[in-house]
């Protein structure tokens, strides 16, 4: 941890020790002196279950007597149930894949089964709810057919858009299929309103390598475009799950990025500060091995450590969706004045498909216009909890 972090409570600190695939000598050392100090189990393993971390803990915590019998029970029975609803997913994944395959219809499964096949070398040892392919913009109609068609019910947003409008604002269809099995196929990794104006999967998809998966060939991203994806989707999101920076520091350990490539991506598509702000919290709190070049970066970006001691707080508070302080994340995430200024006034005036349900559809042209008085009621009542234990501190 950096010298000015604040100690972490026992439960933390225990859960960071865990949150990673293999432990080198010194780490399984700390791990057991971390046991030892009696920590609440119970917390542990709420705050391992919330992060996504659960199977990590429960990999390295198994073999430990400072452990109770009670809570390796408890870890063995709920990691259990994560490996048979990734396995159960994983398979409606293969099924999905299959069919677009036979549709020709090309897609890039990124996450879920096969970020945790690959990168954590086991489809256990990550949790995943959902899954995630990438197609193309075009493809989505035909997506969205093809799904419904063989078992899967779309699940429409709430701003009433046409299917043209929706594939050319929004990032993705959302399906489900009982039991408990959701499928997003996303043309976008944010959406086109969310600011990131100059990210685009196109040299993405000109750049895929393949993999084995479940015994089978698909389509994959490489480690640099890896990062920048997962980099990006974290920093969106304020890293409030310690599982996505897990990730990171994963790839990062895995050896093979080529980091010049990979900032100099990150600088054309505009999310430097993303990537930098994804491997400072992989390096500080997991301890992601980076090359000197790489520390001279996060040395030259004055903006992280405000950001990064954010992420941290955030992480070891209860979590509140989303957080109040979630919009100044999101204006000092961008590095250019103009791409700050765009993201502030998409921030005041763009009305969401929430704003957008609120107004009846003949006045839906008031919408922009309403958002600011929303917006400002939604950060005082956000707000208010925090005040009322201000003042009841007081007392």
Known sequence: MPPAADPLPPEAALLLACARVRLAPPDAETLRRLAERRPDWERL???????????LVHEHLRGLDAVPAPVRETLHRLA???ARHNLMLTGVLLDVLDLFE????PAIPYKGPVLAASVYGNVALRPFSDLDVLIHPEDAPRARALLTGHGFRFVPEASGLDETAAVRKGREYRFERDPGVILEAQWRVVSASDGWRRFSLAPVWRRLRTTTFAR??????????????LSLHGAHNQWVRLKWIVDVAEVVRGGTVAWETLFANAEAWG???PVLLGLSLARDLLGA?????VHARLAGDCALPRLAAMVRRRLFTEP?????ELPLFLLRLRESPGDRLRFAARLAFAPTPQDAARVPAPLAFLAPLLRPFRLVALLARRLRPDADAQKKNRR
Request: proline share 18%; net charge positive; charged share 35%.
């Open 320 to 324: 509140r969706d989303p957080p109040p």
């Open 45 to 55: 393993i709420g705050d391992a279950a919330r992060h996504g971390v659960l199977p």
């Open 102 to 105: 036979r549709e020709g219809l």
């Open 289 to 293: 091995p980076l090359p000197p070049e």
């Open 271 to 273: 999310i430097r500060r």
């Open 80 to 82: 259990a149930r994560i």
């Open 216 to 229: 089978r060939t698909t389509r994959a991203l490489g480690p640099e475009d890896r990062l920048a994806v």
